[in-house]
């Protein structure tokens, strides 16, 4: 992957042929990393220049410290956007990654041409999600990454793609394990860290997409379909068969959805 700042990231290019649209900018999950919208690369043929950034510390350890709030992630991403003469673009983020898209949108909204909110959430943790993010810590101290995916996947993924998609689940454990355990901690650290955004929603006046997984059990359609109301003229989308990580688990349909969003609405 290139680098610019302390970023690494995916690039795709827009097709030469295909009309400009502009950037289409995909920040990743935790705890996977930016290959995970390798399947969204294909958008560069509809004429977007997409760009998925490489949280620090995400897909090996440069041997710098790791980010421990979503304030750092988000700065880093600005600055691989200004890096790359990114003046404003259409800026998605899956579950953390959308949580760097709000904290992206408080500090700089002026980047954004429109806004892809997949399988998130505004609100802060609770204390229960705190609580669970402390005994994913211990875990991740005591049996490392390997114990952190085994513990997620049932989580991440829908049933049937447990059930069915093999080739998913060895994949999403794949893009996990090559994350070291500090940059884990780290993005555990972020998480627990992060502001409430739910008084940012009223202030979102691009054209925004709210997408969540029919079967999601971490941010569920009802946050969705919640998040969604609390963004005046957003769109709302939900995909069927997919658990938290839509976009992995069924990409036809999340780039359907999400090409339907980019050419009516952007």
């Keep these: 992957m290139p680098t610019i700042g302390r970023l690494r990231y995916l690039e795709a290019r827009a097709n030469p042929r295909a009309r400009g649209r502009g950037a289409l900018?995909?920040?990743?999950?935790?705890?996977?990393?930016?290959?995970?919208?390798?399947?969204?690369?294909?958008?560069?043929e509809r004429g977007w220049r997409v760009i998925a950034p490489q949280l620090r510390g995400f897909d090996g350890d440069d041997g710098r410290p790791v980010v421990?709030?979503?304030?750092?992630?988000?700065?880093?991403?600005?600055?691989?956007?200004?890096?790359?003469h990114v003046e404003d673009a259409v800026i998605g983020g899956l579950s953390m990654g959308g949580y760097v898209a709000f904290a992206m949108f408080r500090h700089a909204p002026r980047y954004f041409q429109g806004v892809v909110l997949a399988d998130t959430r505004p609100q802060a943790d609770t204390p229960d999600?705190?609580?669970a993010r402390s005994r994913m810590l211990a875990l991740l101290r005591e049996k490392g990454p390997t114990a952190v995916a085994d513990e997620m996947i049932p989580r991440l993924l829908g049933p049937s793609t447990l059930s069915e998609r093999p080739d998913i689940v060895d994949r999403v454990?794949?893009?996990?394990l090559l994350n070291g355990a500090d940059a884990i901690a780290g993005?555990?650290?972020?998480?627990m860290a992060r502001a409430d955004s739910t008084d940012l929603l009223?202030?979102?006046?691009?054209?925004?997409?709210?997408?969540?997984?029919?079967?999601?059990?971490?941010?569920?359609?009802?946050?969705?379909?919640?998040?969604?109301?609390?963004i005046a003229g957003s769109e709302f989308a939900v995909?069927?068969?997919?658990?938290?990580?839509?976009?992995?688990?069924?990409?036809e349909l999340f780039n359907d959805v999400l090409a339907r969003f980019l050419d009516h609405r952007v």
């Design 25 to 44: 900018v995909l920040i990743h999950a935790f705890p996977l990393n930016a290959r995970m919208w390798e399947g969204q690369l294909s958008f560069s």
């Design 202 to 230: 009223t202030s979102i006046h691009c054209p925004t997409l709210v997408v969540v997984g029919e079967h999601d059990a971490i941010t569920p359609p009802a946050v969705g379909q919640a998040l969604h109301e609390g």
């Design 173 to 176: 454990r794949g893009l996990i």
């Design 239 to 251: 995909i069927p068969n997919a658990g938290h990580l839509a976009n992995l688990e069924q990409p």
């Design 68 to 84: 421990t709030s979503m304030d750092d992630y988000a700065g880093e991403v600005i600055d691989l956007l200004d890096g790359l």
């Design 129 to 131: 999600g705190l609580e």
């Design 187 to 191: 993005g555990i650290a972020a998480l």
